[in-house]
């Protein structure tokens, strides 16, 4: 199997209902070759975070208070006590957080940032008519190396403010992103996309593979990127290039990202000209494994959940974007009992109409109740979990991020819980996620370093990116 196991727990512990349960956790053993004055001595490290609650999501349900966490380079070295952490660490940095929470960065599951240029172009029509009459004929018009760009500057600094450090890319010109996202110094898995018609990116089938194959060469070893194959949808990709990419995927060892039963019409259209739904399809192709992040599953039967357990198979969730299109509703809590890893995703900002990843959480969480018609579907801690220990997994990455454990990278941020809005509190997670804004993020960290400080972005210029986003919609409009 490609997954690779879950890292060793940091310690043990109950899912608790209110902060500041303490339980041992994990200690950095001494290095080989110390001595023990060595091992006494305090260590330098580069940052010393010590928020008022550190939730680390694994162990599941988790809150710590009076806990730091000793960041060296670009990795998580140790989680303990405050009073601990002073003596055994003499950091470059100590962040001092009182009134914060410190959670892991948050994984948007699914993105097409560069649309965030297309932020309310069309609105309020069904999804066939929103893509064929509007964003596709806007895309032609618009669409090349510098609109991705500038889309992902836009989108990178939405997010960051909102305490997203990964996403998972969907879009075209996979090169453009990547390197983009690589200068911003932002996590992403670059989608490799493949669709049957032409495009500005590429114009037949065979040269959609062989670029998507030098993008994958040209960055492959980055650090914080990672490629994964993106074939739009079932309607629009044909079984030769399905067939193509479950091959790749085996062999490059990457996820498939696919568009899959976002729509009842999607399902009918698929069973009237081919006589099988979708999903089924995919099955026969081979693609129903643990490289595929299928996306909405808004139309599922029970078979089919249970097909998508045994096979390791990851849905990112996408509420808000579902709602807004009417394309139906995922059943996360039925998904989730069967045991299917769930990630959180807002899709691109031309259909959402925003990349707010504490929004999607609150709109999943209450979704999925109505859906199950159960109160306690769906609760605080395990979307939480979906919106970060989960992204990692769709990825491939739950052994890098996702949760906050010695020998992880330190994607990592802080959200202020000392507002009106988030008072009085009494259970952390519940707060974030049902009572939190995206505003209450202060401070972001992606591999160590810090690229949000007290909500003030340290290497972008907002005013730059609004005037470019202004200068997009005279040209997308004139």
Not at 105 to 133: F, I, K, S, Y
Not at 329 to 351: H, Q, Y
Not at 374 to 387: G, V
Not at 452 to 465: A, F, N, V
């Amino acid at each position: 199997m490609r997954r690779p196991g879950p890292p060793a727990q940091v310690g043990g512990g109950a899912p608790q209902n209110f902060p500041g349960i303490p339980f041992d956790m994990h200690r950095i053993p001494v290095r080989a070759g110390m001595t023990s004055d060595m091992a006494d001595s305090p260590r330098s490290i580069d940052i010393l975070i010590e928020p008022r609650w550190l939730i680390p999501v694994e162990p599941h349900g988790v809150v710590l208070e009076g806990h730091a966490v000793a960041v060296d380079g670009d990795c998580i070295v140790d989680v303990l006590p405050v009073s601990e952490a002073r003596s055994r660490y003499a950091p470059r940095e100590r962040v001092e957080m009182p009134e914060h929470a410190l959670v892991p960065g948050l994984v948007n599951a699914h993105a097409h940032n560069p649309m965030t240029l297309m932020r309310g172009l069309a609105d309020d029509l069904p999804l066939m008519r929103w893509l064929q009459e509007h964003i596709w004929p806007a895309e032609a018009k618009a669409i090349g190396p510098e609109f991705v760009r500038d889309g992902i500057e836009l989108a990178v600094a939405e997010m960051l403010r909102g305490g997203t450090t990964c996403c998972n890319e969907n879009y075209f010109f996979p090169d453009v992103q990547a390197a983009t996202y690589r200068r911003l110094g932002f996590r992403a898995m670059v989608g490799l996309p493949v669709i049957e018609f032409p495009s500005a990116w590429a114009k037949t089938r065979d040269e959609y593979f062989d670029k998507a194959l030098a993008v994958h060469d040209e960055f492959k070893g980055e650090p914080l990127l990672g490629t994964s194959w993106a074939p739009h949808a079932p309607y629009t990709v044909a079984d030769e290039s399905f067939e193509r990419i479950r091959m790749l995927s085996d062999q490059l060892d990457i996820p498939v990202h696919l568009h899959l039963h976002e729509t009842a019409q999607e399902v009918e259209d698929s069973r009237r000209e081919r006589g099988v739904r979708p999903f089924a399809r995919m099955q026969s192709l081979g693609l129903v494994n643990d490289h595929l992040i299928a996306v909405h599953m808004t139309q599922l039967t029970d078979a089919e959940v249970a097909a998508c357990a045994e096979a390791g198979v990851s849905v990112a969730h996408c509420p808000e974007s579902n709602l807004k299109l009417a394309s139906g509703f995922c059943p996360a809590e039925k998904l989730r009992r069967a045991g299917v890893n769930l990630a959180i995703g807002t899709d691109g900002a031309a259909s959402n109409n925003d990349l707010d990843m504490f929004g999607e959480m609150r709109t999943a969480a209450l979704l999925a109740k109505a859906v199950a018609g159960d109160a306690a579907a769906f609760d605080a801690a395990a979307t939480l979990r979906a919106a970060t220990l989960g992204g990692a997994k769709a990825l491939g990455w739950e052994s890098r991020i996702g949760s906050i454990e010695p020998g992880k990278q330190a994607d990592l941020v802080a959200v202020r819980l000392d507002e009106i809005e988030t008072q009085p509190l009494y259970n952390v997670v519940s707060q974030l996620v049902y009572a939190t804004g995206r505003h209450q993020v202060s401070d972001a960290w992606v591999a160590g370093r810090r690229l949000l400080r007290e909500r003030l972005l340290l290497d972008i210029d907002p005013s730059e990116l609004i005037e470019k986003a202004k200068s997009w919609r005279i040209r997308i409009m004139g």
